[in-house]
Antibody
Framework: QVQLQESGPGMVKPSETLSLRCTVS????????WSWIRQTPGKGLEWIGY???????NYNPSLKSRLTISVDTSKNQLSLKLRSVTAADTAVYYC?????????????WGQGTLVTVSS | DIQMTQSPSSVSASVGDRVTMTCRAS??????LAWYQQKPGKAPKLLIY???SLQSGVPSRFSGSGSGTDFTLTISSLQPEDFATYYC?????????FGGGTKVETK
């Protein structure tokens, strides 16, 4: 059974870079698209961007200028870096695997990690 | 961006009830729609994809329908474990977007 686990600092200072990692176990990262999604009480669920195991990416335009998503197939990991964060970036961050049957919905999710932006 | 609007925002129901909720897209998305269930403190769980295809392992009391701009998720006979918040997501175009959710509460 594929499992995804997000990891990273729970708190980041304003203007700094939010860095998260997602480790995939029980299956290979190869052959799939992988996304980062965040959730806040105010804005709900927001798709951040995806990466294909080959390295191709697609980012939400609202975050594109501050965002980098990368993949390390040798470690079965994907990473997210969001630069110049503000309080508005406080959210629960999820990594998720795209459904092979339909491409752009998500059939496996990590448990999520809360990141708070605060000084 | 395609805006997804869910209604109602909450519904009160009892075990055994038939529950229906809707999702409307701001422009046509064919059948590129997914439904998720989320319980407090947990990640969303995929229920339906391509508007009406049941994800493996999901009980058959869940069903989805619709195309274009209007979609429906139906729970035919509400079970205790179905009290949760349900979200729709359009998979037609980028950026991918979600609805605001419908919370199914106990009456």
């Amino acid at each position: 059974q594929v499992q995804l686990q997000e990891s990273g600092p729970g708190m980041v200072k304003p203007s700094e870079t939010l860095s998260l990692r997602c480790t995939v176990s029980g299956g290979s990262i190869s052959g799939y698209f992988w996304s980062w999604i965040r959730q806040t009480p105010g804005k709900g669920l927001e798709w951040i961007g995806y990466i294909h195991y080959s390295g191709s990416t697609n980012y939400n335009p609202s975050l594109k200028s501050r965002l980098t998503i990368s993949v390390d197939t040798s470690k079965n990991q994907l990473s997210l870096k969001l630069r110049s964060v503000t309080a508005a970036d406080t959210a629960v961050y999820y990594c998720a695997r795209h459904n092979l049957g339909s491409d752009y919905d998500f059939d496996h999710w990590g448990q999520g990690t809360l990141v708070t932006v605060s000084s | 961006d395609i805006q997804m609007t869910q209604s109602p925002s909450s519904v009160s129901a009892s075990v055994g009830d038939r529950v229906t909720m809707t999702c409307r897209a701001s422009q046509g998305i064919s059948t590129w729609l997914a439904w998720y269930q989320q319980k407090p403190g947990k990640a969303p769980k995929l229920l339906i994809y391509a508007a009406s295809s049941l994800q493996s392992g999901v009980p058959s009391r869940f069903s989805g329908s619709g195309s274009g701009t209007d979609f429906t998720l139906t729970i035919s006979s509400l079970q205790p474990e179905d009290f949760a918040t349900y979200y729709c997501q359009q998979t037609n175009s980028f950026p991918l977007t979600f609805g605001g959710g419908t919370k199914v509460e106990t009456k």
